[in-house]
């Protein structure tokens, strides 16, 4: 997708602050952090969103969260404990229309959410 920012990111065509990549997956520090570590984990496939998944991605939705399991160790955040986001569609708050899920960590959050 030629004007996905998220593609690009993976293109390398805008610089971003990577923390892991593989063939399907990479991960970056989102540019607005809500958190002291807001991390974005997204497949190198431009999958839009939630809405868009199906059994095929079943291995790559899988190597995702076992992705966030390590980034969270490698980052010290897993013992004290954080917090994975998905946001879909309109009233889910999607603003990137390329399927990302966020770690968020190094501080409390509460629930439920607004
Ligand atoms: P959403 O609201 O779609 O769930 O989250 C999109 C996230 O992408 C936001 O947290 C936003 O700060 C982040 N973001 C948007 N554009 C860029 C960018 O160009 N680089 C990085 N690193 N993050 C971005
Ligand atoms: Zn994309």
Known sequence: MSDCIFCKIINKEIPSQIVYEDDEIIA?????PQSPVHILVIPKEHIESLNDIN?????LIGNIFITIKNIAEELGIDEEGYRVVNNCGEFGGQTV????????????FSWPPG
């Open 28 to 32: 970056f520090k989102d540019v607005n």
């Open 55 to 59: 059994s095929n991605h079943s291995d």
């Open 97 to 108: 229309s390329h399927i990302h899920f966020h770690i968020l960590g190094g501080r409390k």
